[in-house]
T-cell receptor, first 113, second 112 residues
Framework: GESVGLHLPTLSVQEGDNSIINCAYSNSASDYFIWYKQESGKGPQFIIDIRSNMDKRQGQRVTVLLNKTVKHLSLQIAATQPGDSAVYFC????????????FGKGTLLTVNP | SQTIHQWPATLVQPVGSPLSLECTVEGTSNPNLYWYRQAAGRGLQLLFYSVGIGQISSEVPQNLSASRPQDRQFILSSKKLLLSDSGFYLCAYKRHRLGGYTFGSGTRLTVV
C-alpha cells in the first residue's frame, strides 16, 4: 500500500556511476508497473513502464527489471548525471483495480559532481 | 496531444478560509481523474478519484471534498482550512486501464 507517512530512503552516487533504485510490491496480481521521477516542486513525470509479461525493458539510459517471483522492481540509471537528482517512485496497477495506481514510498537520489 | 492544467501554483491561505483548486484536462475524453497530496519529503497520498462526471470516491476521511462538474474538470475544495491541510496537491489523469498517470504541475498550499 501507500507508505505516505514514512521519510524517504536516500541514495547518493557520484556523477558517472550507475544507480540502482529498488522497489518491493505486495500485490501478486499487479500486471503493470511504472517508474516516475519527481524533481523538487514539480509533479511526478513518467520515466518507463513494464508489463508483467516482461522481465526487462530498456529506455534511454534507464532499464527496468521485474522479478515477479520475489515481487521486486528495480530502476537502473546508467552514467548518472546531476540532472537525475530527484525522488523516484515506483507504481503498480493491481489486476483487480482498474482505476488506481499504488505508489511506493519513493527514493531520493542525490548525484554528487 | 493531451495536457493537464492545474492552478494556482502556490497559495497561502489563513486557517478557516475556504479553498478551491482546479484541474482541467485537454485532448482526451472520459479520463479517470485523481487528487493526491504530498507532505514535504513524503510519499503520495490519494485523496479522491473520479471515473466520470459527478462520480467521486474518497480515499481518506478529511476536511476536503472533490467535485467533477464536467468531464475534464476536477475541483478540490474545503469550506474551512486547517493547518494540517498544508501540502503539495497534485492532480492527475489516466486514460487507459494499463496506463500510467499524467500529473499536473502541482499546487503548494500553505495554511497560516
Amino acid at each position: 500500500g501507500e507508505s505516505v507517512g514514512l521519510h524517504l530512503p536516500t541514495l547518493s552516487v557520484q556523477e558517472g556511476d550507475n544507480s540502482i533504485i529498488n522497489c518491493a510490491y505486495s500485490n501478486s496480481a499487479s500486471d503493470y508497473f511504472i517508474w516516475y521521477k519527481q524533481e523538487s516542486g514539480k509533479g511526478p513525470q513518467f520515466i518507463i513502464d513494464i508489463r508483467s509479461n516482461m522481465d526487462k525493458r530498456q529506455g534511454q539510459r534507464v532499464t527496468v527489471l521485474l522479478n515477479k517471483t520475489v515481487k521486486h522492481l528495480s530502476l537502473q540509471i546508467a552514467a548518472t548525471q546531476p540532472g537525475d537528482s530527484a525522488v523516484y517512485f515506483c507504481a503498480e496497477n493491481g489486476g483487480g483495480s482498474n482505476y488506481k495506481l499504488t505508489f511506493g514510498k519513493g527514493t531520493l537520489l542525490t548525484v554528487n559532481p | 496531444s493531451q495536457t493537464i492544467h492545474q492552478w494556482p501554483a502556490t497559495l497561502v491561505q489563513p486557517v478557516g478560509s475556504p479553498l478551491s483548486l482546479e484541474c482541467t484536462v485537454e485532448g482526451t475524453s472520459n479520463p479517470n481523474l485523481y487528487w493526491y497530496r504530498q507532505a514535504a519529503g513524503r510519499g503520495l497520498q490519494l485523496l479522491f478519484y473520479s471515473v466520470g462526471i459527478g462520480q467521486i470516491s474518497s480515499e481518506v476521511p478529511q476536511n476536503l471534498s472533490a467535485s467533477r462538474p464536467q468531464d475534464r474538470q476536477f475541483i478540490l475544495s474545503s469550506k474551512k482550512l486547517l493547518l494540517s491541510d498544508s501540502g503539495f496537491y497534485l492532480c492527475a489523469y489516466k486514460r487507459h486501464r494499463l496506463g500510467g498517470y499524467t500529473f499536473g504541475s502541482g499546487t503548494r498550499l500553505t495554511v497560516v
